[in-house]
Structure formats: C-alpha cells, structure tokens
Nanobody, 124 residues
Framework: QVQLVESGGGLVQAGGSLRLSCAASGRTLSTYAMGWFRQAPGKEREFVAAISWSGGTTYYADSVKGRFTISRDNAKNTVYLQMNSMKPEDTAVYYC?????????????????WGQGTQVTVSS
C-alpha cells in the first residue's frame, strides 16, 4: 500500500509560480510512475503531467507544456510539480497518483494510488 500526501498548494497571482510536492509512505516510489492530475469545480479530473519510474521520460498536457515541470527524487520518495507562468484557468485541486506500470500514463484509470489533493488558486 502506498500513501500519498500533496503539499504546496495555495493562492498565487497570475504569472506567478508554485511548487507542489507529493510525499509517499508505505512503500518506495522508485518502481512507480507518477502523475499529477487536477480537477476544477464542475469539471472532470484531467491529466497534467507524468514521469516514469526513473525520471527519464515525462509527459505533459498541452495546456501546461512549457510552463509546468514534473520531477522526482526517489531517494526522498517525493515527486514535484513546478508551476510557472500560472493562469487563472490553472485553478483546481491538484492530485498526485502512483502507477505501478512504471512508465507513466495520461489515463486516470491506470493509476493505483491517489493522494487527497491540494488546492491551487490563481487570481487574475
């Protein structure tokens, strides 16, 4: 069993930056691909970014490409999402998730474990 806890959310002005962290316990993350997803009010949860178990491969949604960066530190059992040049449309609850497949996926149903989420609000 893997427990995931997100942190780093908050309120930021448009154009600003935040860094989200996802800390894992219960099992090492080093064999899991990790993903970040988000859900805005009234909308479905959507893919944001994913990273393979080694960190060698990353994937991004078109809406965040060039602005967000996913990374991981397997020694710390932690995954990060650096968010720059933020926009009001980035406002959502952000969730991290672990995929035992190892290579990363854009599909929610391929993830085995989920965190509780952290709120990110971008003001205009």
């Amino acid at each position: 069993q893997v427990q995931l806890v997100e942190s780093g959310g908050g309120l930021v002005q448009a154009g600003g930056s935040l860094r989200l962290s996802c800390a894992a316990s219960g099992r090492t993350l080093s064999t899991y691909a990790m993903g970040w997803f988000r859900q805005a009010p009234g909308k479905e949860r959507e893919f944001v970014a994913a990273i393979s178990w080694s960190g060698g491969t990353t994937y991004y949604a078109d809406s965040v490409k060039g602005r967000f960066t996913i990374s991981r530190d397997n020694a710390k059992n932690t995954v990060y999402l650096q968010m720059n040049s933020m926009k009001p449309e980035d406002t959502a609850v952000y969730y991290c998730a672990a995929n035992s497949g190892g290579w990363g996926s854009k599909h929610l149903n391929e993830y085995d474990y989920w965190g509780q989420g952290t709120q990110v609000t971008v003001s205009s």
